[in-house]
């Protein structure tokens, strides 16, 4: 039972992605997994499944071992085709070569001066207001939440797929949504928004050789 389970949820997150790929910008992944120690203790198992051409987003929170396990997430991407952003630390993410930095809301006026040192960066924003100042900061991919009920202690009033569609529709600025995303929902807002999740595929085998989802777009390193 549990297998038929994670290959039905496999099947929904390839067609969710490929529905994103068809709208968002090449250089953009469809899929965001985002680390969180209090609430994946090893991320690796999760990253090892995750399709070709998403995204890792490290989110170190300042841990000692932060350089050996960037370079480790490093190794990690490019055996799998996936990019590297690093949360917050454009400097480890020069030191180890990452494709991308995402910067939370507070210090989005940090990215300014990393403009064009990377391939994209990204942001979080919790308001419209937040999504105006990124937009205006030359972002390239906005992380938007709440949008489904979410275990995240952070996690605010979900906003519902409606009103993230309003949002994102609007915007210039392609906008993923986070918060409670999983297999179902991801199929709610694939159509006009990115998936970014930390947990939502936990409980999926992503990679379903059963199912043949088609090529992902080669994804090129921004160091070459």
Wanted: net charge positive; proline share 6%.
């Amino acid at each position: 039972m549990r297998l038929k389970h994670q290959a039905a949820s496999a099947r929904k997150w390839h067609a969710a992605i490929r529905q994103v790929e068809g709208h968002f910008p090449a250089h953009l992944p469809a899929l965001l997994f985002l680390t969180d120690p209090n609430r994946i203790h090893d991320p690796i198992p999760i990253i090892k499944q995750l399709p070709n051409g998403s995204g890792v987003v490290y989110r170190h929170f300042g841990a000692a071992d932060r350089w050996l396990v960037a370079k480790r997430l490093k190794r990690l991407c490019q055996r799998q085709n996936l990019y590297l952003i690093i949360s917050a630390d454009p400097h480890l993410a020069m030191r180890v070569r990452a494709d991308a930095v995402h910067w939370p809301e507070r210090l989005l006026s940090e990215s300014l001066r990393w403009r064009g040192r990377f391939a994209f960066q990204t942001s979080s924003a919790h308001s419209r207001s937040a999504i105006k100042r990124a937009e205006r900061a030359g972002i390239d991919g906005i992380l938007f939440s709440t949008i489904f009920p979410s275990s995240s202690r952070s996690a605010g009033p979900p906003l519902g797929p409606i009103r993230f569609r309003q949002i994102s529709l609007t915007q210039k600025t392609p906008i993923y949504a986070l918060g409670g995303i999983n297999a179902h929902h991801a199929r709610m807002i694939s159509a006009f928004g990115g998936l970014a999740t930390v947990s939502g595929v936990v409980d999926s085998s992503i990679v379903d050789e059963r199912s043949q989802p088609r090529e992902y777009r080669e994804k090129r390193s921004f160091f070459g």
